[in-house]
Every structure is written in structure tokens, then in C-alpha cells.
């Protein structure tokens, strides 16, 4: 709990957990209903999971398998920033 916010800070600046608005209300102004509040990913994901104790726990256990989760997970990270951004500014 102590750390809580900077574990917050740390998933959103690697993209793990982006923040964004959706109003479907702006479709009937003409405008994009899709508005992207977090920056671009500025840390890997693995910074992230890092924090996390169930990704420790694989990477003590089987660094090989956590080297080539963490690899996917930063090339879904990368693909679904990359929707979010074409979204918010369509």
C-alpha cells in the first residue's frame, strides 16, 4: 500500500495501463468520442512487471519464460498503443 501510487505511476508510463475517455456523446457533435490522457510509453513494460510479485516469481523460477513473456507482453503493449493512438486522432 505504501508504494501503491508509484506501482499506479510506473504501470501507466509503460503503457501496461493506459488512460483514456471514452464519450460516445461527441459522435453527435462531430467530434472524436476517443480522447488518449496518458503521454506516450516512456518505460518497458518490464519495468512494470518488475514491481509485480507474480512476474518475480516466474523470473526466479524460469528466467527463460519470463524473458519471453515479457517479450510479448511489450509487443502487445506496442500494438495497442499504437490502436489507441490512430483511434484518438481519427
Known sequence: MASGAEH???AVDSGYWPL???DPRKIALGENPFKLDS???KLPVMEHMKNEN?????MASNPARA???AKEAQAFVDARWAKYKYLANK
Open 20 to 22: 483514456y475517455r471514452y
Open 67 to 69: 524473458e519471453e513473456l
Open 54 to 58: 507474480r512476474f518475480k516469481q516466474l
Open 39 to 41: 503521454a506516450d510509453p
Open 8 to 10: 499506479q505511476k510506473v
